[in-house]
Structures are given as structure tokens and as C-alpha cells.
């Protein structure tokens, strides 16, 4: 099935040795609300050193969002070391400043955060939160998001998908052609609307009321997943999550918020939670169907989602072997 690769890109519920926060700070878009958000981090971190060590990463930085500039790391496949692949961010297409956060990588690398060998790809913008792997061969992404502007322009998508394979080592990319969050300056990343589990599983947003903005791209997006094969040609099992019901900002703008951009580590899966019982209990029902072994944790996540991000978003988890604990991070 896995033709002859040296590395492979694992499934995010394989054992881990750490997670990334990158801290918020009075010099990013958390000022107006720092401690609030802050509060959301603590809980976060606390739920994830209840499983495995914690890196936090303090100033400087542009931002928090630690999937999009965080490493994207390989596992060998005969015993050699990891890989960690540095690609470029770029604020999402040149929408936000990013040159801080573009050069925490190499500089944790440099700190002797990490066992394994960096690869420079900062030629090419990949984001963490556009991509999911099964650790398998197969990457899925969405062509809303790697075929925007300011990204990887001029490539075409069948060249980018050829980078996707000869950097990721991969077998294939199934590409997600529908659906997107209002809100989300992400142009539509995929750990916000289908994430991988075991046993060919995808949980996937739906939306039920037709006269929601989103309805019309997740119902497109559902029937293509509908058509998806796994490499041994089955169709894959499907899991729906609910779509929390809107939730504005002051100015009133709907802001993108889903059960989907959970975050699994060792033993347990940290769902996002935005004080709605009954939808909340539902998606956590529904992802635990897919993560029987896991415990499944709730974080109230409505903080992070007024920057556009949830808890996903804030976090980069590291295969084993790979995040070396430092002894002044307790």
C-alpha cells in the first residue's frame, strides 16, 4: 500500500511527545481581551499536561496560532531520525504580519527544543491547519485554501499537489472542493470542517438549517466525501458533528466557530465547547463514537473563536521521540 518512502506524515492520534502553545501577548490581536483569552490557555495547557509535556512558547511573536507556524514533522520509516519541515508562513496569504512568527521554527531548532534533522522549505507556504494525514499515504486538504491567492502563486494545483507528495512523502491528496466557514481568514482550512480518525473515519461539519449562509457549501462538501475511496477502494466511515448555532462579535460579524478543530493527544481528544449544551454534547458524543479509547474533554473555546481560530488552531502536537522537555518548562 505505502510505496517505498523513508518518512511518512503520521496520523495526529499516534503517541506524541508534546504539544506547542504559543502564548498570547499584549503585542498580538489578544490585547483587547488578554486576560480572557489567557484563561482559555490556562485550561488548555493544564488538559494537555494532564496526558503529555507542554512547550510554551512566549514573545516574540505575531501571533498564537501555533498549527500554522509550528513544524510539520515526519517519522522515519527505518529508525533514522525525524524530520522537521520548516515550510513558510505568510499570514494566511499575506493577510496579517508574520516575519516573527516565520522564524520561530529555526529558532527552537536552534535552542535544542527537538531531536531530528530540520529541512528548510521556506519556499513554499503550507499551513499545519490545511492538511490532514492518516498516516497512511494519504493527505487531505482543500482547494479553496492552497489554491488561494498570495500562497503558492504561479504553481497550478496539480504542481502543488506534486510538492504535497514529494514533501510529505505521500501516496496521494484527496482535494475538498466545498465548504467554508464565514468568518474564517483561513480560506478555508481543513481542521476546521473534516479531520481524520482511525478506521478510515472522517467527522465532518454538517449544517441542517437551509437558510445558513454555509448550507449550500457543506451540503456540496458532504456528498464529496460521500464519494471518497480509501486506497484499498471502501468508502470511508462518516461521521456528521453538528454546526454550533452562530455566534457574533461586536460588530457583528458571524465568527467561525466548530466542534471540528479538535485537538487528540495521548489518551484523550480536547474538544472545543461554545456554551451551547445541547449541540456541545452532541459533538462530543459524535467524535467519541470515532476515539472509543479516548477520554473526550470539553474546553470552552469562545474566546479563541473572536480571533478566528479555536483549539486546533492554537496547538502543534509531536510525534514520539521528537519534543525534547527542557528542564525549566515545569
Known amino acids: 500500500m505505502f510505496r517505498n518512502n523513508s518518512y ?13 502553545l504559543t502564548w498570547p501577548h499584549s503585542r498580538t490581536d489578544w490585547a483587547p481581551m488578554l486576560k480572557k483569552v489567557e484563561k482559555t490557555y490556562g485550561e488548555m495547557s493544564e488538559a494537555i499536561q494532564k496526558h503529555e ?73 503550507l499551513e499545519g491547519g490545511s492538511i490532514e494525514s492518516d498516516g497512511k499515504g494519504t493527505i487531505f486538504t482543500t482547494s479553496c485554501c492552497l489554491l488561494a491567492p498570495h500562497r503558492n502563486q504561479p504553481l497550478s494545483k496539480e504542481e502543488i499537489e506534486a510538492r504535497l507528495k514529494e514533501y510529505l512523502f505521500a501516496e496521494r491528496v484527496l482535494w475538498i472542493d466545498y465548504g467554508q466557514l464565514t468568518g474564517d481568514d483561513t480560506d478555508g482550512h481543513i481542521d476546521t470542517l473534516v479531520r481524520i480518525a482511525p478506521d478510515d473515519t472522517l467527522l465532518y461539519v454538517g449544517c441542517d438549517n437551509p437558510k445558513d449562509e454555509q448550507y449550500e457549501g457543506l451540503r456540496k462538501m458532504e456528498e464529496q466525501l460521500r464519494t471518497f475511496r480509501t486506497m484499498e477502494g471502501e468508502p470511508y466511515r462518516l461521521i456528521r458533528l453538528p454546526m454550533p448555532r452562530p455566534i457574533y462579535d461586536e460588530d457583528h460579524e458571524r465568527l467561525p466557530a466548530t466542534y471540528a478543530n479538535f ?49 486546533h488552531c ?14 525549566d518548562e515545569r
Open 8 to 20: 511518512r506524515l503520521p496520523a495526529e492520534w499516534e503517541p506524541q511527545s508534546g504539544v506547542q
Open 53 to 125: 509535556p507542554l512547550l510554551i512558547v512566549g514573545p516574540p511573536s505575531n501571533d498564537t496560532w501555533a498549527r500554522d507556524h509550528g513544524f510539520i514533522t515526519l517519522v522515519s520509516t527505518n529508525g533514522d531520525k525525524a524530520q522537521l519541515l520548516d515550510f513558510k508562513f505568510n499570514g494566511w496569504g499575506e493577510k496579517f504580519r508574520y516575519e516573527l512568527d516565520n522564524a520561530l521554527n529555526r529558532r527552537l531548532f536552534d535552542e535544542g527544543r527537538f531531536e531530528g534533522e530540520y529541512v528548510d522549505h521556506l519556499d513554499f507556504v
Open 263 to 311: 485537538l487528540i493527544v495521548n489518551g484523550a481528544v480536547l474538544c472545543p465547547t461554545y456554551n451551547q449544551p445541547d449541540l456541545d454534547a452532541m459533538a462530543l458524543k459524535q467524535i467519541g463514537q470515532a476515539f472509543p479509547q479516548h477520554e473526550i474533554v470539553g474546553i470552552d473555546c469562545r474566546s479563541l473563536i473572536y480571533q478566528h481560530g479555536s483549539l
Open 314 to 327: 492554537c496547538t502543534m502536537q509531536f510525534p514520539e521521540e521528537v519534543y525534547r522537555e527542557m528542564r
